[in-house]
């Protein structure tokens, strides 16, 4: 017999009854203390060694956790609860091969099975069997289907093995059984960002946000997202919040430069580079910036920042950058081999980081998509669909090569008063990834389009003109100036075919050469070789002369070099084929107050100038790969 504080005679287990109480009401040191007493006079009391072992792995010390359930196994061996507990204690020490055979051991007993088919997916998770854990959680959930860390946990392994729509299905499901999931909120905002959905992604990060409303990330990735949506202001406000959180937070001054810099606020851009330098002097992002604003000194400080981080053990991401500022002092120096050796170490570091990961650019990937286009593409596709599409003339597409001038033509065209600018939209390309949800055919674009109705084709052009609406109202034109809209003429025919279509074309090696020597937010990973140049250029040439013997007469062509020569005959050209009457402000384009995103936003805050033209004939001797694969000599 035990006795309480009360010298009360209690037997073992009226003594046990007295520790689950204090257990269940918090008080776990007065429930071991009871549990140690109980052991003093029965050593070999199961039960009491099952809720110390339970007061042990509550408290991490596992090992006597461990030691705790195995000696109540020894005297119940099939209880399921404590052999379950025994594998957790196990999988918590390092030995997730243990823990699976006594969670499938526990589960046979029919012990908790959803928790502890929850439990068995992590550990197989431990151990790399990605579908063993996937059964294992969808086991737990038709144990119990309201089980929602399986949910959350099978959503997350669903994304890890590659299985995106599937695992934001479970995660969708979470949020909309009305369970504030921060993981789940975030993991969407996340995917829909880097989908290039901002604004979907605002709405998960907005929820986010009033769960951990000084959650500093949360706040960082909402500016990221509304700075991509247009909404500069609402990103700049998230900005100013995080700062007043942390003052000392360098990034952010940085952050807010970078968008600063895309309204054309130059100087309130390098207020802001300024006081992240000052806090923290190495940052690769603002010392980039600072080059864009500036001609910096080739032995100055910030060209020594710059080395440093080159030279230390910092990340790819940074080094690379560090390698294009440093090219960009050189440049404005007129240090022309400095400045290729730069380019060349940026753009090879980057082209072998991204090829860890598995992205790299296919020559033979890019020819065979070339030659499907244009043998789906031919004339006789259109004839047999000529009453196909929208006959809306307000979209209007431009298109080229990257550093063609395409930014320029929007401006001049968003400079007039009836038109407005969307910049770089990617609904085309999104749209053919759309064709296969929509008539559940088999095919591949480009060749799916043939499988689209008249319907079908109504839909997705609806769809397109619904988001312009997202940039204006009244406007009767709204540009979409994304480069790559060349490769994709046939299917915006098919659903605009009274659009008007742009191709800002430039010499070829102008033209590769400023692809070489900028560092694009989202790589064109053919830009970082430059025989790979070459070879891309010479695809897209064919295709463009494609393009023009399937619409004859309707492409307007647009020489970068003309433009600059002159540039009200070249202007006045672009607002007639948009179908706009003239307007003297479109020369005035670079006054015209809208964000520019992409990396020519110095240049068009600035008027028309000539310093581009033939801007790689000092770096020649560097050029030969490209020059062999346009078949130039010098």
């Given at each position: 017999m035990l006795e309480n504080k009360k010298t009360k005679k209690l037997t073992p287990d009226e003594a046990l009854l007295e520790a689950e109480k204090n257990l269940k009401n918090g008080n776990n040191s007065e429930a071991e203390k009871i549990c140690q007493l109980i052991l003093s006079s029965d050593p070999n009391h199961i039960k009491t060694h099952h809720v110390l072992g339970g007061l042990m792995m509550l408290s991490g010390r596992l090992k006597l956790a461990e030691k705790h359930f195995r000696l109540a196994l020894e005297g119940d061996p099939t209880n399921g609860f404590t052999i379950a507990n025994l594998a957790t204690v196990l999988f918590h020490q390092g030995h997730p091969e243990e823990a699976i055979s006594l969670y499938l051991r526990a589960i046979d007993l029919k012990a908790d099975v959803a928790g502890i088919y929850d439990l068995l997916g992590q550990a197989y998770l431990a151990i790399g069997e990605g579908e063993k854990a996937l059964d294992a959680f969808d086991k737990a959930l038709v144990s119990d289907p309201s089980y929602k860390k399986a949910r959350e946990n099978l959503a997350k392994t669903h994304i890890e093995q590659g299985n995106k729509n599937k695992g934001l299905a479970h995660f969708n499901k979470l949020i909309h059984e009305g369970e504030d999931n921060f993981d789940a909120l975030m993991t969407l905002g996340h995917f829909y960002l880097e989908s290039d959905f901002p604004g979907k992604s605002t709405q998960y990060f907005e929820k986010a946000r009033k769960i951990s409303p000084k959650n500093l990330n949360v706040n960082l990735?909402?500016?990221?997202?509304?700075?991509s949506c247009g909404l500069h202001q609402l990103a700049l406000e998230h900005l100013e919040y995080v700062l007043m959180l942390r003052p000392e937070y360098a990034q952010g001054y940085s952050d807010q430069a970078s968008i600063q810099e895309n309204l054309g606020e130059f100087e309130k851009a390098e207020k802001n580079i300024k006081t992240c330098l000052a806090l923290q002097p190495e940052s690769p992002y603002a010392l980039y910036l600072l080059t864009l604003i500036h001609t910096l000194p080739m032995d100055g400080?910030?060209?020594?920042s710059l080395n440093k981080i080159i030279n230390s053990d910092n990340s790819n991401p940074a080094k690379i950058l560090s390698y294009f500022s440093l090219a960009k002092i050189a440049q404005d120096n007129h240090q022309y081999d400095e400045t290729m050796e730069h380019y060349i170490a940026g753009n090879t570091l980057r082209r072998n980081t991204e090829a860890q990961d598995g992205v790299t650019f296919d020559r033979e990937r890019y020819l065979n998509q070339i030659e499907r286009i244009i043998k789906t593409f031919d004339r006789k596709f259109f004839d047999e669909r000529l009453d196909y599409g929208e006959t809306t003339q307000q979209p209007v597409f431009i298109g080229g090569m990257p550093r063609s001038g395409t930014t320029l033509t929007e401006q001049i065209i968003a400079s007039h008063p009836k038109a407005s600018g969307a910049g770089e939209l990617?609904?085309?390309?999104?749209?053919?990834?759309?064709?296969?949800?929509?008539?559940?055919?088999?095919?591949?674009?480009?060749?799916?389009?043939?499988?689209?109705?008249?319907?079908?084709?109504?839909?997705?052009?609806?769809?397109?003109?619904?988001?312009?609406?997202?940039?204006?109202?009244?406007?009767?034109?709204i540009t979409n100036k994304l480069p790559g809209n060349f490769m994709f003429i046939g299917l915006i025919r098919l659903l605009f075919p009274e659009a008007p279509l742009i191709h800002c074309r430039r010499n070829p090696m102008d033209n590769c050469f400023s692809c070489f020597t900028t560092n694009f937010a989202k790589s064109h990973h053919y830009s970082l070789d430059l025989a790979d140049l070459g070879f891309y250029w010479k695809q897209y040439e064919r295709i463009m002369e494609h393009w023009d013997k399937v619409f004859p007469g309707e492409i307007l062509h647009l020489d970068y070099e003309t433009t600059v020569e002159a540039p009200e005959a070249s202007a006045k050209k672009i607002i007639e084929h948009c179908g706009l009457t003239w307007d003297p402000v479109c020369?005035?384009?670079?006054?015209?107050?809208?964000?520019?995103?992409?990396?020519?936003?110095?240049?068009?805050?600035?008027?028309?100038?000539?310093?581009?033209?033939?801007?790689?004939?000092?770096?020649?001797?560097?050029?030969q790969p490209l020059m062999k694969e346009l078949g130039i000599t010098g």
């Open positions: 990735i909402l500016a990221k997202a509304y700075n400080p910030e060209a020594k990617l609904d085309i390309p999104l749209t053919s990834q759309f064709i296969i949800k929509l008539t559940g055919s088999e095919n591949r674009f480009p060749e799916n389009t043939a499988d689209l109705s008249k319907e079908n084709v109504t839909t997705l052009s609806k769809r397109y003109l619904k988001t312009l609406e997202n940039f204006s109202q009244d406007a009767t034109k020369l005035e384009f670079h006054k015209t107050k809208r964000p520019i995103m992409t990396a020519s936003k110095r240049q068009v805050r600035q008027p028309i100038y000539k310093t581009s033209v033939e801007r790689w004939r000092p770096y020649e001797k560097h050029l």
